[in-house]
């Protein structure tokens, strides 16, 4: 069995729900306090043993290139001012993985987007990790997946517990239990009503496909607006193999809408002993006058 060496990170969408922040600025280069949101999911790749990194981009993620890069200018600059800590952090930034860009020229959906890496890809298993979402620090996910991965042999997709009430945000997926924590995928459904949902375990954005997936992909159909979407395509694969789903442990974060980035943001934040006491004290306040603001409307 071949060994999975490379990931796909589609990053070439506009981030509309941003709009204008994104107009010049990729959502995956937003801030999470001093570090970037592409940064949290290029180091769990490599805390799985994947250094080879395909991200497809677009024209507008120029900014993603640059992070990635080595910048003299700046480093000489830190080296100047006696900043040595810092130096040496974004000296492991510029050589911390192996990139490979490749342009999306039409954004034609997430399907359309991985099937853009083909080439590079070639005949191997590979993974893809959505890049507006964090899984929680600590947790071995990618690691664990590899591991079923290289057990059974077929794809396998991440999968997180939501709220009952909340499936209609969400691909939803029927699954039949193979022991805790590991399920054979039966369907999926996208976003079902609450009372028609076969469970309450979501697609999370981490996923291990075999590269039949691109066969999958190349025969799925547009959908709206234009768009070929990933999880046709996995219905497709479904029909002709079986694909596995790992229930991952601890806290999902959603960077891809303003509310989740900002309760991100927050609670990252929370964890910085340098911050957290001040900033307790100052939601307090906030939370005290706003209450008010509330209780008055």
């Given at each position: 069995m071949e060994q999975i060496r490379k990931a796909v990170l589609p990053v070439a969408g506009w981030g509309t729900r941003f709009l204008p922040a994104t107009k010049a600025m990729p959502k995956e280069m937003f801030p999470i306090i001093?570090?970037?949101?592409?940064q949290f999911i290029v180091e769990e790749l490599l805390g799985a043993g994947i250094e080879n990194i395909i991200f497809v981009t677009g024209r507008h993620k120029r900014p993603i290139e640059h992070h990635f890069d080595i910048s003299?200018?700046?480093?000489?600059?830190?080296?100047?001012?006696?900043?040595?800590?810092?130096?040496?952090?974004i000296r492991e930034v510029s050589h911390m993985i192996n990139p490979?860009?490749?342009?999306?020229?039409?954004?034609?959906?997430?399907?359309?987007?991985?099937?853009?890496a083909e080439p590079v890809?070639?005949?191997?298993?590979?993974?893809?990790?959505?890049?507006?979402?964090?899984?929680?620090?600590?947790?071995?996910?990618?690691?664990?997946?590899?591991?079923?991965f290289n057990r059974f042999g077929k794809s396998v997709i991440a999968l997180f517990e939501v709220d009952p009430t909340e499936t209609n945000k969400y691909g939803i997926a029927d699954v039949k239990e193979v022991e805790e924590g590991i399920y054979k995928i039966e369907s999926l459904v996208e976003k079902?009503?609450?009372e028609d949902a076969p469970s309450n375990l979501a697609i999370v954005g981490r996923y291990i496909f075999t590269p039949r997936i691109f066969e999958k992909l190349k025969d799925t159909q547009p959908g709206v607006g234009g768009e070929i979407?990933?999880?046709?395509?996995?219905?497709?694969?479904?029909?002709?193999?079986?694909?596995?789903a790992y229930r991952i442990p601890g806290k999902v974060y959603d960077t891809g809408n303003p509310l989740d980035?900002?309760?991100?943001?927050?609670?990252?934040?929370?964890?910085?002993?340098?911050?957290?006491?001040?900033?307790?004290?100052?939601?307090?306040?906030?939370?005290?006058?706003?209450?008010?603001?509330?209780?008055?409307?």
């Amino acid at each position: 069995m071949e060994q999975i060496r490379k990931a796909v990170l589609p990053v070439a969408g506009w981030g509309t729900r941003f709009l204008p922040a994104t107009k010049a600025m990729p959502k995956e280069m937003f801030p999470i306090i001093d570090k970037p949101v592409i940064q949290f999911i290029v180091e769990e790749l490599l805390g799985a043993g994947i250094e080879n990194i395909i991200f497809v981009t677009g024209r507008h993620k120029r900014p993603i290139e640059h992070h990635f890069d080595i910048s003299s200018d700046l480093e000489r600059h830190l080296e100047e001012a006696g900043k040595d800590d810092i130096l040496e952090n974004i000296r492991e930034v510029s050589h911390m993985i192996n990139p490979i860009y490749v342009r999306q020229k039409q954004q034609l959906g997430l399907g359309h987007a991985v099937l853009t890496a083909e080439p590079v890809v070639g005949k191997e298993p590979f993974i893809v990790s959505l890049g507006d979402i964090i899984l929680e620090k600590g947790r071995r996910v990618l690691s664990d997946m590899i591991s079923i991965f290289n057990r059974f042999g077929k794809s396998v997709i991440a999968l997180f517990e939501v709220d009952p009430t909340e499936t209609n945000k969400y691909g939803i997926a029927d699954v039949k239990e193979v022991e805790e924590g590991i399920y054979k995928i039966e369907s999926l459904v996208e976003k079902p009503n609450p009372e028609d949902a076969p469970s309450n375990l979501a697609i999370v954005g981490r996923y291990i496909f075999t590269p039949r997936i691109f066969e999958k992909l190349k025969d799925t159909q547009p959908g709206v607006g234009g768009e070929i979407q990933l999880t046709d395509a996995m219905r497709m694969l479904l029909e002709e193999e079986v694909i596995y789903a790992y229930r991952i442990p601890g806290k999902v974060y959603d960077t891809g809408n303003p509310l989740d980035y900002l309760k991100t943001v927050v609670e990252y934040a929370l964890q910085r002993d340098e911050l957290r006491k001040h900033l307790v004290e100052f939601l307090g306040e906030v939370v005290s006058k706003y209450s008010q603001l509330i209780d008055k409307s």
